[in-house]
């Protein structure tokens, strides 16, 4: 069911809402400082692309510079990709089929205004949210 969920998704929006964060990622690339905010850009285009099957965790290790870093995702990216969630959501939702593609948009809107300081892991990990006290 996941790998029909994702080909839908791919098709429909998925590849669009990953286009626009690498769009991010490279502008933030070309600006050297931002380089952190275009991995994160990166990472979460992997996640827009193909989403089901996969969660966002929140990092224990994440701090102060995490908030201050989200702050300014916010203010420079994250308010447009969020918007590109919510509009490709509302238009999805108008369709029976769309319905649970939508609300994934929904989903999605959060780790696009906050992206610092979580990390996308697969639904069937074995350490679930606690991985990172592992390595």
Do not use: Q
């Not at 286009?19 to 990472?43: D, E, K, M, N, Q």
């Not at 989903?107 to 679930?128: A, C, F, M, N, T």
Request: one cysteine or more; hydrophobic letters at 60%; proline letters at 6%.
């Amino acid at each position: 069911m996941r790998l029909i969920l994702n080909l839908i998704w791919l098709v429909l929006c998925g590849f669009w809402m990953a286009l626009g964060y690498a769009v991010a990622a490279l502008i933030c690339f070309i600006l050297i400082i931002t380089i952190p905010f275009g991995i994160a850009s990166l990472r979460i285009a992997s996640f827009a692309l193909w989403p089901f099957g996969r969660r966002v965790v929140d990092r224990r290790d994440a701090g102060a510079p995490s908030l201050l870093g989200n702050l300014l995702w916010i203010v420079f990216a994250g308010w447009w990709l969020a918007l590109g969630h919510l509009t490709t959501g509302l238009l999805l939702c108008l369709t029976i089929i769309g319905i649970p593609l939508g609300l994934a948009n929904f989903k999605l809107i959060p780790i696009s205004l906050l992206p610092l300081g979580r990390e996308i892991v697969r639904v069937d990990d074995p350490y679930g949210p606690d991985r990172l006290a592992f390595r």
